[in-house]
């Protein structure tokens, strides 16, 4: 049972405008949702992070939208840029107690010039 | 300060050999988690070591794989007799222990490239 849903799996955006990847989750009893970005040969670092009491959280040009009554978060990303192309990774976990994180499958992002 | 680091980046064994993958995880973070990366796969939980509590083994694939953590530190995951399908990159976590209701962040090293042959 996948219960956190990644799209797209790939992303080709022109430098300078928005990327979106979207997600989906199951439980209803997550109440974390961290995006996370990956280069290659590297490992995943927390990129933005939102609770659902919130529907919005902007750092920068990163833009978390979070839909509770859909089970839906999404990740923007404004004015890309090449150095924004790596892969990202939403996932979904609890805040009481440290649990591990349930990740989506990932989306390869590619920002061309 | 240092952050989560592992070894050795890359391992190549041939199948049923048996593999020990070690993670050091940042100085002072209690929780630790073993997660594994595979292609096109999104990353997989393993196992998890919080302080002396026992570990969450409820992500392991089967019994070939193991985990353990000495004195609330260094971790090595081992598995036994490999198989191909043993072949991804595993990365290790890290995290300070929060109390209840209050937000956490899994500092992830680079990982162990490990391919059966």
């Known amino acids: 049972q996948q219960q956190v849903k990644q799209s797209p799996q790939s992303l080709i955006v022109q430098k300078g405008g928005i990327s979106i990847i979207n997600c989906a989750y199951e439980n209803t009893a997550f109440d974390y949702f961290p995006w996370y970005q990956q280069f290659p040969g590297k490992g995943p670092a927390l990129l933005i992070a939102?609770?659902?009491?919130?529907s919005e959280k902007k750092e920068g040009r990163f833009t978390i939208s979070f839909n509770k009554s859909a089970k839906q978060f999404s990740l923007h990303i404004m004015d890309s840029q090449p150095g924004d192309s790596a892969t990202y990774f939403c996932a979904a976990s609890f805040v009481s107690g440290n649990t591990p994180l349930v990740f989506g499958k990932g989306t390869r992002l590619s920002v061309i010039a | 300060g240092a952050g989560v680091s592992q070894s050795p980046s890359n391992k190549v064994t041939e199948k049923g050999k048996d593999v020990e993958l070690r993670c050091d995880p940042i100085?002072?973070?209690?929780?630790l988690y073993w997660y594994r990366q595979s292609l096109g796969q999104g990353l997989e939980f393993l196992i998890y070591f919080q302080g002396n509590s026992a570990p969450d083994k409820s992500g392991l694939p089967s019994d070939r794989f193991s985990a353990e953590r000495t004195g609330g530190s260094v971790s090595t995951l081992t598995i036994q007799r490999t198989q191909q399908e043993d072949s991804a990159v595993y990365l290790c976590?890290?995290?300070?222990?929060?109390?209840?209701?209050?937000?956490?962040?899994?500092?992830f090293g680079p990982g162990t490239r490990l391919t059966v042959t």
């Open positions: 939102i609770r659902p009491d919130v």
């Open positions: 976590a890290s995290s300070l222990h929060h109390g209840r209701a209050s937000p956490y962040e899994q500092y």
């Open positions: 100085s002072g973070h209690t929780a």
